[in-house]
């Protein structure tokens, strides 16, 4: 099942177009079988295909994924959810002109459903297996699936959307637990230790070698050119200097002024420190590998 879509910025809600999937047909709409074009396309209009039947049961999946792909020569953002009464589970994907990426929508479980998880995985919302707990979810074994798209562009947008499909395998949190082994779960370096992935550290050595790599990159893209200490544009407008960071509006707009009244610019983190989340091992100490003795605190640094 493809499907081809062509919108119309709404001016109002910056809105290209609203496209709807529904699990099953309904008086108001008509199924789709293949590939349509959709030229205009309104708010107030709705389009119905068929889910391919291995994807109506998602009890036993990780997420939900659908492939998008941008025709067009305009950048856009796709927001994906599926909807069930007023909860939802949604997703987003950005879109360069002439590229396809897939929209993965991970599904959420509810405490009701699992037992004695929170036994086993004490005070945590996402558990080894997939389970991600929220009051937002779906029923994911009976209810017909509604997959919306909505898509934000400057100008008219041609969009495939494709191949709907379920994604991974969903084990649940005593499943997991039972497994030989399985505790501790989180290595030295505060990883997951069953699976392994492209940039995972194994070893100190490993993480000395990142160090190095990350220097490498921080001199090979440099800061931009005529900033101060501050990161403030030192060659452009100078205001007063308080010393501190604030705001000033400045010809009806609002800028960020630096502590020696340089224009600034914030983009990204600002700053980290050990004070921000915090990960609580009292009552888990099962769940990690290489905690220092009970009552002292234990920071190394690796250089």
Not at 18 to 30: E, K, Y
Not at 201 to 215: C, F, N, P, Q, Y
């Amino acid at each position: 099942m493809r499907l081809l879509y062509r919108g119309l910025r709404n001016p109002f809600l910056s809105v290209l177009a609203a496209l709807l999937l529904h699990a099953s047909t309904s008086a108001d709409t008509v199924l789709v079988e293949g590939p349509i074009t959709l030229d205009d396309f309104g708010n107030e209009q709705e389009h119905t295909v068929q889910i391919p039947d291995d994807v109506r049961d998602l009890s036993g999946a990780l997420a939900i994924k659908v492939t998008v792909e941008n025709h067009s020569e305009t950048y856009c953002r796709v927001e994906s959810w599926i909807m069930e009464k007023w909860m939802n589970v949604n997703s987003a994907v950005h879109l360069p002109p002439g590229q396809a990426s897939d929209l993965t929508i991970f599904l959420t479980r509810h405490n009701d459903f699992l037992g004695n998880a929170s036994t086993l995985f004490p005070e945590m919302r996402a558990m080894p297996g997939g389970t991600i707990v929220h009051w937002a979810r779906i029923d994911l074994e009976n209810d017909p699936k509604t997959i919306s798209f909505t898509v934000f562009a400057e100008s008219p947008v041609n969009l495939e959307i494709s191949n709907i499909r379920s994604y991974g395998t969903y084990k649940s949190p005593q499943e997991m637990a039972a497994q030989d082994d399985f505790f501790p779960f989180i290595d030295q370096f505060g990883q997951y230790k069953h699976n392994d992935w492209p940039g995972k550290i194994h070893s100190e050595a490993e993480l000395r070698a990142t160090i190095s790599k990350e220097d490498l990159d921080l001199n090979n893209h440099p800061t931009p050119p005529n900033r101060n200490q501050y990161g403030g544009w030192a060659t452009g407008p100078k205001f007063e200097a308080t010393g501190y960071f604030r705001v000033e509006k400045i010809d009806g707009r609002w800028w960020l002024i630096d502590p020696s009244g340089c224009l600034f610019w914030s983009y990204g983190a600002t700053g980290f420190d050990f004070n921000f989340a915090e990960t609580k091992t009292e009552g888990r100490e099962n769940f990690f590998e290489g905690l220092p003795p009970t009552g002292r605190s234990q920071i190394r640094a690796i250089c």
